[in-house]
């Protein structure tokens, strides 16, 4: 029941905040506000359920719910959260009080419906992080489009609704390929085994040939990567992070590219172990393709938002390679490098909104030598700068650092190639840095200093950075039972055909024409 | 025919003598909320009826009508829409100078019936009788407002066009006959099914034939010509009904009898319905996307959402027909809403139908425009509407059939279907000002249309939520 209060009181406070805007606009925040801080308690109280019992260490769900929804066709309302879940769980509501935060002075229009798509957005991705039916998957992965259509498309910046579309357009098709991909496995589970459901418990264990797995693991695959993103269909993301507003952009790279690192550890590595494993090496390559080509287009920019939103092309093909290299290492790498990117990238995006506020530019050649004018700004830059190019101490170094070594394991040259990765990210890190804080201050600037309000959000990024930096251990001991079971996963690669079987038998309908 | 046929004949009994009230009262008392009142009465007797004597389905009443779950499904539909449009219909009129209204009701309680007929058809008389009672009431209903020259443009188009249709129709209906020697649509799907032999160059003609008329009243590709230019051309709350009743009644005779599958000898039939479906979806997607014109983009809309339907035509399994019954209800509700917004927001001297009148209407009338949001996002499939569900289950019926190309296609051409419905939206939440002064008026809201339009937005939600319900409903039906 917990579970579904988590969704319910953000799709509920988010109709809330509209309403009450009528009267009074400051409501709406306050509303919001203080929806996503007992959401996060009561996540947190979750939290506290795993470490007090260890007996759920056998069971991997720590809660599960469900109700009959449309049982004519299997579907069931069935919600359940594991380690991973809740982790993902915790950093959505922990990024969405900041989003609130930081809207606080940018959104002066239309405040209630802001505010009504803001939680919308957020109850989308709970729902996409506890969804344990695929319908179910498929209908939250879709709720969460729509109100971030809007965020970007009404409070963007200029270019803001050629961004809306772009991005509405690119996940939707790779969405409507993904239900293909469900319908199938479906239709092929039903057909073996009689019973037609859309229970992730029961999906997992399909069986298909490896030509049909091969094909609807396509489906579910291109969603994923266009939300992660990979690399040839990432050309959405520096639009719609740029023009977006910084609470948009702080959803969109701290939680939006995390569905696409969750569906494919969640959905993809266990419904079709084999075929994923055939495809590895593909998606390896192209994850280290991701950090090297982000971290270059970074380096080229002269948008300071265009540049952190590169570097999250950058950041995220660590997380490809670390799925992909499916070993422990890389796994727990992958679950730190995705609340470290949540983190490091937000808190960046958060700064170019508090400079843009303050400047109204985002371009780099018109900013410099703001740290006379502000250095307290400066300093907090500098840490999460440090962070994004992955410094020892910081969260993002342990994630990488994983990632590395479980990669190393699986192939030397990939690992090589990302390492030069992370010297791309200090050259552009450090670029960011001298551009808008160091050199003459041709401009003239004269900005305020960080406000209370400010430091709140940019103390508390900064303080979780460097905790797990310094202490990942209870990150990694709650998603260990998760990961502990993606290692079970049956891998028979030898065998792996991407040709069809004889005789040919697509007709999984079972050909009744 | 015994009693208990008779007894399940009441609701079509009703509303064609209902009709021949509300035409005895026109002369004798020339009130246009009192015709409103009859036609709106007739209407909910009728639709009471069709629960009251569901104990004695199903009937084959005569050899001309068979009345079932499936049937009555449809004529309740077909009623619910058009008592919506009639309360659309009135407020639109209201603000008009128009002399006499009264005569609409008539001709959309005859036109109802007709489609009434059509859904419950068994045999080739009676589809023509529905069918033409259908169209020819049709004629008087989009030409009605004789003044406006784009009224009678549209009417004679139709007129034109579906007598055409109507012709290669009846052709079709001979050839058949001539072929199988029986108008029985249950016998002739018998014998089609049981075939051993080749079908003859005769019955695929007559079946092409009448494939061309059933292509022309659900605006199918390549027989869609007349759909932009009539729905643009009709006054509003009439495209509604032209969208809705007039493809629904089609529709459920399709459904029930013209599947490709009946026809294992004749694989043509399949590819050519599978052709159709596919050049729907596209060019209905494509060509939509080219408009400016709210209304013409629904028109070609409603083309790409007919072609989604044939999916669930062609695919043949346990779920394709309670998947065409859903879908075509939650596109029912939803066009009714979207026309219903257009026929409010007209006003005497213009419709609401150009994209500019729409700018910033989110702004100025929330309400209006979020129903409005929330039908086109319908339209587009996304959660918590009936359109989620529909296609969802349009696409689970293909690939459960392993139609996988046409489901590739209903996948892409539904991301090109976002942009146009997206785009509407974006105007409406836009932050220019509206220069079209006529829409800018703020007249207040007729209430009638806004308590039709609340009821459908609620059941569009109610079906995109909880529709277990609903399709358990339709799962006792097929």
Known sequence: MILLFLILILLLSGLLSAVVSRWNAQNARWTALSALVIDLLLAISICGRTWIDPATENNSWIAVWKTPWIPQLGIEFHLGIDGLSLTMVILTLFLGILAVLVSWKEITERIGFFHLNLLWVLAGIVGVFLALDLFLFYFFWELMLVPMYFLIGVWGHENRIYAAYKFFIFTQVSGLLMLLGILGVYFIHGQTTGDYTFNYNDLIHTDMDSWTAWWLMWGFVLAFAVKLPAVPIHTWLPDAHTEAPTAGSVILAGLLLKTGAYGLLRFVLPIFPNAAEALAPYAMTLGAIGILYGAKLAFAQTDFKRLVAYTSVSHMGFVLLGIFAMNEWAYQGTVMQMIAHGLSTSALFIMAGILHERTHTRDLDRMGGLWSAAPRMGGVTMVFVMASLGLPGLANFVAEFLILIGVYQVSMVLAGLSVIGLVFATVYSLRLMQKVFLGPNTENWRIDDLCMREWIIVGALILFLIVLGLYPQPVLDTVQPTIDRLLLLPNEVEHYSYLPPQPLSSDIGGGIR | ?478
């Open chain 2, 1 to 478: 025919m015994n009693t208990s046929a008779l007894i399940a004949l009441v609701p079509y009994m009703i509303l064609a003598f209902g009709s021949v009230l509300v035409m005895l009262v026109i002369p004798f008392y020339r009130c246009h909320r009192l015709t409103v009142i009859l036609s709106l009465s007739v209407l909910f007797a009728a639709f009471l009826s069709l629960f009251l004597v569901t104990g004695y389905l199903p009937q084959q009443a005569t050899e001309l009508i068979r009345v079932d779950g499936f049937a009555f499904y449809f004529m309740g539909l077909i009623l619910a829409a058009t008592a919506s449009v009639c309360l659309l219909t009135y407020n639109y009129m209201d603000g008009r100078d128009v002399k006499y209204p009264e005569e609409l009701y008539l001709l959309m309680l005859l036109a109802s019936l007709g489609s009434s007929v059509l859904a419950a058809s068994s045999h080739f008389a009676s589809l023509l009788l529905g069918l033409e009672i259908l169209t020819i009431s049709l004629y008087g209903l989009i030409s009605y407002l004789r003044k406006e020259i784009r009224c009678l443009e549209a009417g004679i188009k139709y007129l034109i066009l579906a007598s055409v249709s109507s012709a290669f129709f009846l052709f079709g209906m001979a050839l058949i006959y001539a072929d199988l020697g029986t108008m029985n649509l249950g016998e002739i799907t018998t014998i089609l099914n049981g075939g051993k032999t080749e079908a003859s160059v005769i019955l695929l003609t007559g079946l092409a034939m009448m494939l061309v008329g059933v292509g022309f009243k659900l605006a199918l590709v390549p027989f869609h010509l007349w759909t932009p230019d009539v729905y643009q051309g009709a006054a509003a709350p009439i495209t509604a009904f032209i969208a809705t009743v007039s493809k629904g009644g089609m529709f459920a005779v399709v459904l029930r009898y013209f599947r490709p599958a009946d026809v294992p000898n004749a694989p043509i039939l399949y590819f050519s319905l599978a052709l159709i479906a596919i050049v729907s979806m596209l060019a209905g997607n494509w060509l939509a996307l080219m408009q400016n014109n709210v209304k013409r983009i629904l028109a070609f809309s409603s083309i790409a959402h007919l072609g989604y339907l044939l999916v669930t035509i062609i695919a043949v399994n346990s779920i394709a027909a309670s998947a065409g019954i859903f879908y075509i209800t939650a596109y029912m509700i939803t066009t009714l809403i979207a026309f219903g917004i257009i026929s409010i927001l007209s006003t005497k001297e213009t419709e609401a139908e150009e994209l500019d009148d729409y700018l910033g209407l989110y702004w100025r009338r929330p309400w209006i425009a979020g129903i409005f949001t929330f039908a086109l996002l319908s339209l587009a499939g996304i959660p918590l509407t009936g359109g989620f569900i529909g296609k969802f289950y349009i696409v689970a019926a293909g690939v459960r059939s392993a139609e996988w190309l046409i489901v590739l296609v209903l996948a892409l051409s539904s991301s090109i279907g976002l942009f146009y419905y997206l785009r509407i939206i974006v105007t409406m939440f836009s932050n220019a000002e509206n220069t079209r002064p006529a829409i800018q008026a703020n007249i207040p809201l007729p209430w009638a249309s806004c308590f039709a339009l609340a009821l459908l937005t609620l059941l569009l939600l109610w079906m995109g939520t909880v529709p277990a319900r609903l399709i358990e409903w339709i799962y006792s039906l097929v």
